[in-house]
């Protein structure tokens, strides 16, 4: 039995096409055929050995010499024919191991894409907030410069209330002329 394989879209070898998952199941097919047949080749061997052994050189002797080439030579077909089935198939479990390991790779592949893309999500969004962080952090220590520069104005300022003469203390009696909108730096200042 002969198979000819092509390959899809190949002008082809013969008037068959098998898909791959085919010609393993037709190669198992043949493997079996070519067990029974090897079995059934090692027992004609043995009768033919046995026969030879038991005559002598007589006149059907060249005969059944002749058989017994014959039945050797088809079973060094048949174990090479085996041989080849058996590395066929090895070969077609090795490819489906591939293809398994393949589609593996895929996937781990586009899992890996998107925890990627979550990542630089992630880090996008974690260096927006670190940027709004050092923003907040930077004005804070310029309020906190302010307030420590008016904490320090205040030090060596006197104060408003000490500056403004009680009535009756001291000059005429009335209140320093004071401008409403003016700020308090310019008062101790301007009295």
Known sequence: MSVQVAAPGSTGLGPERLSPEELVRQTRQVVQGLEALRAEHHGLAGHLAEALEGQGPVAGWEMLEEKQQVVSHSLEAIELGLGEAQVLLALSAHMGTLEAEKQRLRAQARRL?????????????????????????????????????????????????????????????????????????LLRVHP
């Open 113 to 185: 894409a998107q925890e990627n893309v979550w990542l630089r999500e992630e880090l996008e969004e974690t260096q927006r907030r670190l940027r709004a962080s050092e923003e907040a952090v930077a004005q804070l220590e310029e309020e906190k410069h302010h307030l420590e520069f008016l904490g320090q104005l205040r030090q060596y300022d006197p104060s408003p209330e000490s500056q403004v003469p009680q009535a009756g203390q001291g000059g005429m009696g009335a209140a320093p002329f004071t401008e409403p909108d003016s700020p308090p730096t």
